[in-house]
């Protein structure tokens, strides 16, 4: 009855993660498209709310991280988690790479 639970547990915490990182994941290109539009209007109000954006969708995939981490940790022989770690890290950096390199470009086109 013990290890079902902590079968249970590791499944909705995978479930969770893998669904915040991709919601986070989708929802970066909109944020750096409006980080694109602020730049070019100008608009210092909205240029805070998409670099907000951006620095909530790396913090929600970050987390999703850290609970893949935590799943692995309460069921060691379960393949979900590692699957997680390997996926959410993977996109994080590509993700990372491409909005810095973004950022760079819009804020170089912008002065």
Not at 9 to 32: D, E, K, N, W, Y
Request: aromatic fraction near 8%.
């Amino acid at each position: 009855m013990n290890e079902d639970k902590k079968k249970l547990r590791t499944l909705i915490i995978c479930g969770l993660a893998l669904g915040i990182s991709i919601m986070c994941f989708i929802a970066h290109p909109v944020a750096l498209f409006l980080y694109f539009i602020s730049v070019i209007e100008r608009t210092s109000s909205y240029i805070l709310h998409s670099t907000i954006m951006i620095v909530v969708c790396a913090l929600g995939a970050l987390g999703s991280l850290a609970a893949s981490i935590v799943a692995k940790v309460l069921d060691k022989t379960n393949r979900w988690p590692i699957i997680n770690i390997v996926f959410i890290s993977i996109v994080t950096v590509i993700r990372i790479l491409v909005s810095w390199g973004f950022i760079a470009l819009v804020n170089q086109m912008g002065t």
